[in-house]
């Protein structure tokens, strides 16, 4: 018998992945919502979990994170035998490519300067901008970049990315290292950040960062509020370095109503709301994955300490 132990932070939601998981798995398992004094179980099914849940649960072997982003759960105190598997893609690939297209869109159309102009009522139009001048920097290249990549490059964008080692087949240019991240930054007029967040990378959209981007440079984060240093970035924006920037994310979320990312006229901010998971594909994929891991076959997903 299979078992396995949900973690969330309501009870209903924790029900709701608990019975959906049960009658994926059938018979072979048996899957609870998380009470303290629980018997341990094989394996976990989280988001946004607390640190006693990992404390009495000893024994997991795997511990599978429900949405897109694993750096909360990897900075706790984990069980030494479990490793964390997130979701890949699960219906969110898509959403993304949407979210960076329409900022990359509106940013080379000019559609943010509309608005301003609509506000005063304004009939202005501006000069047509190609798309292959304006080159997309990715930030990072795991499963959800690649779909914004080959959305981006069906749009007529130029678009690269920047990894810390190399892989094949990419399929669009690669910038490695530290050593080639100055390159890459010079080689960008739209930079899109879709790092893990880690110790390297917290606060990486910084002032130097900015300053080897092209003059009048654009930026849009659907990764983490922490990679900003916010401050760096409004001066950035003040001072025209960059020309505007759409974000999914701030360093505290939710932002405050007098958070001045709300009130600034270059900025558009989202609440988090980029890529969002979809129920049904997740609980077919882990589904999945604990059946293989239960078989001890390999399953793909399992994160490393600080790969991007």
């Not at 609870?32 to 976990?44: E, I, K, L, M, Y």
């Not at 897109?68 to 598997?85: F, N, Y």
């Not at 979210?99 to 202005?124: H, I, K, P």
């Amino acid at each position: 018998m299979i078992r396995v132990t949900c973690h969330f932070p309501s009870e209903a939601e924790s029900s709701r992945w608990t019975a959906a998981l049960q009658a994926a798995l059938g018979t072979d398992a048996d899957v609870s919502d998380w009470r303290r004094g629980d018997p341990p179980a094989v394996f976990a099914v989280v988001w946004k979990p607390s640190q006693q849940f990992f404390d009495e649960q000893t024994q997991l072997k795997a511990i599978f994170v429900t949405g897109a982003g694993v750096d909360a759960v990897m900075a706790m105190r984990l069980p030494p035998s479990a490793q964390v598997v997130r979701l890949e893609d699960a219906g969110m690939g898509l959403q993304m490519a949407q979210y960076v297209c329409y900022g990359a869109l509106r940013f080379l159309r000019e559609f943010d300067v509309y608005d301003q102009q609509a506000t005063s009522g304004q009939w202005r139009p501006r000069a047509a901008r190609l798309a292959e001048d304006w080159s997309v920097g990715i930030m990072g290249y795991g499963t959800l970049a690649q779909p914004v990549a080959q959305a981006l490059t069906a749009l007529g964008f130029s678009v690269h990315a920047w990894v810390r080692s190399h892989r094949a087949e990419a399929g669009i240019p690669l910038f490695i290292g530290q050593e080639q991240l100055s390159l890459f930054l010079r080689s960008t007029r739209i930079l899109v950040c879709m790092l893990p967040l880690t110790t390297e990378t917290r606060h990486i959209l910084n002032a130097n960062t900015f300053q080897q981007l092209p003059a009048a440079s654009y930026l849009v984060n659907v990764a983490r509020g922490a990679h900003t240093n916010e401050a760096d970035l409004m001066n950035a924006l003040d001072s025209g370095q960059l020309a505007g920037a759409l974000l999914d994310v701030c360093e505290i979320e939710p932002a405050s109503s007098d958070h001045p990312f709300w009130q600034h006229p270059k900025i558009s901010l989202t609440p988090h709301v980029s890529a969002a998971t979809l129920f049904e594909p997740s609980i077919t994929q882990i589904a999945e994955k604990i059946r293989r891991l239960a078989a001890e076959k390999p399953v793909t997903g399992i994160v490393g300490s600080s790969g991007y």
